[in-house]
């Protein structure tokens, strides 16, 4: 293995994407990467490097419970993407041995990790701050980082709220290691593709201009034009950001490249600047749900945040004594 140990430790439940198999096949391209899969279902034909534990999803919220003295409000399985950060702690029998622990989402198709994880990064001690992809050291230090408090920031109140505070990435974790003067390595190493447009798009750099991505025997490409010219560079992952996309065809679970596009997924035949304008004006049925889903979730937000500054009026409001 070229470099520290790493295992991620993924936490799944309900429906999984359309694109799976895609993911697991990009899993089985990183032999050198564990992934521990916390799920309901089997899966199929699981490579050496990705090891299942069947749960059932109250079982799993009660091997939590035991590390608090305080009822967790986890309503639904998104839930658990909060308690990401009490991984170390939970699952310290799980990632015995290994130098970094971390979680990433299963809306993705992975690249070649450890070609964008340079030694720099693992010289620090917390590596990507994002909830797609994010490694912790492996010690008991890092394990216990989520029990730091801060003004504004406290595991106590994310985990007594059922909503998703995201306290596993920038609202939450980084504030509190920033506190603890933890090193941080966070470079843009993922495409993430926007959720504010239909066709793809990663969310850096920022531009107008084509792009078209791809999987490519075990790398994740992203295609542009400059000057006319066809420009490609790699990523650790790609996001997918809950688009909604087609099934795979068994054309495409048996390529070793193929397109990733705005609702699916085609074999790649060739590379040329038609194919990536073509990433310019997407098409399918899929386009109306995504800005509907977009509508919902800034209603859902809006909701929660006067919900949350209703109750922090509420609890700074002066009592009257009798």
């Known amino acids: 293995m070229a470099g520290p140990s790493i295992r991620l430790v993924v936490p799944y439940f309900?429906?999984?994407?359309?694109?799976?198999?895609?993911?697991?096949?990009?899993?089985?391209?990183?032999?050198?990467v564990d992934w521990l899969l916390l799920t309901?279902?089997?899966?199929?034909?699981?490579?050496?490097?990705?090891?299942?534990?069947?749960?059932?999803?109250p079982d799993l919220v009660a091997r939590f419970q035991r590390h608090f003295d305080f009822p967790l409000a986890v309503e639904g399985p998104y839930k658990l993407c909060?308690?990401?950060?009490?991984?170390?702690?939970?699952?310290?029998?799980?990632?015995?041995?290994?130098?970094?622990?971390?979680h990433c989402d299963l809306d993705v198709v992975f690249?070649?990790?450890?070609?964008?994880?340079p030694a720099e990064a693992f010289a620090a001690d917390k590596v990507l701050v994002q909830g797609n992809f994010a490694l912790y050291r492996n010690t008991p230090a890092a394990a216990g980082w989520f029990r730091h408090e801060i003004d504004g920031v406290s595991y106590r109140d994310v985990l007594t709220d059922?909503?998703?505070?995201?306290?596993?990435?920038?609202?939450?974790?980084?504030?509190?290691?920033?506190?603890?003067?933890?090193?941080?390595?966070?470079?843009?190493?993922?495409?993430?593709?926007?959720?504010?447009?239909?066709?793809?798009?990663a969310e850096h750099p920022p531009g107008r201009d084509p792009r078209r991505y791809a999987w490519e025997d075990g790398e994740v490409c992203e295609y542009r034009l400059d000057h006319g010219q066809v420009v490609r560079r790699?990523?650790?992952?790609?996001?997918?950001?809950?688009?909604?996309?087609?099934?795979?065809?068994?054309?495409?679970?048996?390529?070793?490249?193929?397109?990733i596009t705005a609702n699916g997924?085609?074999?790649?035949?060739?590379?040329?600047?038609?194919?990536?304008?073509?990433?310019?004006?997407?098409?399918?049925?899929?386009?109306?749900g995504l800005y509907v889903r977009r509508a919902q979730r800034a209603v859902r937000r809006r909701a929660m945040r006067r919900a949350r500054e209703r109750a922090r009026a509420s609890a700074a409001a002066p009592t009257l004594e009798r």
């Open 82 to 102: 909060d308690l990401r950060p009490a991984f170390g702690e939970v699952f310290a029998d799980e990632l015995a041995g290994c130098d970094f622990w971390g």
């Open 234 to 259: 790699t990523a650790l992952l790609v996001h997918l950001q809950k688009r909604t996309m087609r099934p795979p065809s068994a054309d495409v679970l048996a390529a070793d490249r193929y397109w």
């Open 162 to 201: 059922p909503a998703a505070r995201h306290f596993d990435e920038w609202a939450g974790v980084f504030h509190l290691l920033r506190d603890l003067d933890v090193p941080i390595w966070q470079e843009q190493t993922i495409f993430d593709l926007s959720f504010a447009r239909y066709r793809t798009r």
């Open 14 to 32: 309900g429906r999984r994407p359309s694109y799976f198999p895609l993911v697991v096949r990009s899993m089985a391209a990183n032999p050198d």
């Open 265 to 288: 997924f085609a074999v790649q035949h060739r590379v040329s600047p038609w194919a990536v304008r073509a990433a310019r004006v997407p098409a399918g049925r899929e386009l109306v």
């Open 111 to 117: 690249g070649r990790v450890r070609d964008h994880l």
């Open 40 to 57: 309901d279902e089997p899966v199929p034909g699981a490579p050496p490097n990705l090891t299942v534990q069947r749960w059932h999803l």
